[in-house]
């Protein structure tokens, strides 16, 4: 089926056309002091016509109550994080960046009282992004620097982030799979 551009979308942010839509699956966080953890993810970007996308992601880990065993979607019901933000093509292309590639610039902003700014490119079906700055609050977790990586693979949504965190230095922290789950993308 041939990719058709999302009714609407600003011709600036067509290089992230295929990420727009809903997308729900599974993963996994493993940090150093953080057990193994799997959850589920829903993920969703959108837009309003802007020269932006929206969007916003929810991982969810199972309850104490749920245990470790095989559970259904609805044991993942306490929220590990939440996210929100906005992902916009930068209008100045540096001179290194290969022709298929365009400069990315991504505003994250954490429930638990974290704004993260990410540079980097999007371009073949892939996102590379590294922070920038990172502000939070006094109560918020220690995370200095971050850097996240996404790729359409086959269809699928794939991630994976690293965490400088908690005097650690950068490292694996989560990654997931995850599934278009909306029909009209």
Not at 28 to 45: C, M, N, S, W
Not at 110 to 135: E, K
Not at 139 to 147: L, P, S, Y
């Amino acid at each position: 089926m041939p990719f058709v551009f999302p009714e609407g979308l600003a011709p600036e942010v067509y290089p992230l056309a295929w990420l727009v839509g809903r997308w729900t699956g599974a993963g996994v966080i493993k940090y150093e002091g953080i057990d193994e953890t799997p959850f589920r993810q829903e993920l969703v970007f959108d837009h309003d016509g802007g020269p932006y996308l929206r969007f916003e992601s929810t991982l969810r880990v199972r309850s104490v109550a749920a245990g470790d065993g095989e559970a259904d979607d609805s044991a993942f019901d306490t929220v590990w994080s939440t996210e929100t933000g906005y992902w916009r093509v930068a209008p100045e292309r540096p001179e290194d960046l290969a022709e298929s590639q365009h400069p990315l610039e991504v505003l994250v902003t954490d429930a638990s009282g974290r704004v993260s700014l990410f540079l980097g490119m999007v371009g073949d079906g892939r996102v590379d992004l590294a922070t920038d700055f990172v502000a939070r609050t006094s109560t918020a977790a220690e995370v200095t620097a971050a850097k996240r990586l996404y790729g359409n693979v086959e269809g699928r949504l794939l991630w994976v982030e690293e965490l400088a965190a908690f005097g650690h230095p950068l490292g694996s922290y989560a990654s997931g799979e995850l599934d278009r789950a909306d029909a009209d993308s």
